[in-house]
């Protein structure tokens, strides 16, 4: 069993996320696989839609 998370930008800017402690940018439209799942991962504030292992992030939440 994978423990692999996929995460989709859906937004016209640029989202960053904290993977370990340090600051990641997805780009618009980019699309970013992390193999050991949410365990080291921080998400901010914002819209999103989980299927399964894959997260779609959508624009912030006015």
Known sequence: MTNQIT???DRKTDYVFQ???????LK?????SVADGLDEIVL???AMKVVKNLIVIK????
Not at 28 to 32: K, M, T, W
Request: charged fraction near 30%; glycine fraction near 14%; charge should be negative.
């Open 59 to 62: 624009d912030d939440v006015k």
């Open 7 to 9: 995460i989709r930008s």
């Open 28 to 32: 618009a439209g980019g699309i970013l």
């Open 44 to 46: 901010p504030t914002c």
């Open 19 to 25: 993977y370990k402690g340090e600051d990641v940018t």
